[in-house]
């Protein structure tokens, strides 16, 4: 099964239809380019992305 990315937040959601971060149900497959953020805090690129907390997210998100 593929994984999701949010469209609100683009967080990837690897298992169910909710998105953990924004709690949306609003998913899809079509996503390109994969950031991993360990540190939100001190990030600079996720600070230009507005990520607040780490994990996996999708740098373009379609839909």
Request: charged share 30%; hydrophobic share 30%.
């Amino acid at each position: 099964m593929a994984d999701k990315a949010c469209k609100n937040c683009k967080r990837i959601v690897e298992e169910g239809n909710t998105c953990p971060i924004c709690k949306s149900n609003d998913l899809t497959t079509s996503w390109k380019g994969l950031v991993i953020v360990y540190d939100s805090e001190t990030s600079k690129l996720a600070q230009e992305m507005e990520i607040g907390s780490p994990g996996k997210y999708a740098v373009r998100v379609k839909g």
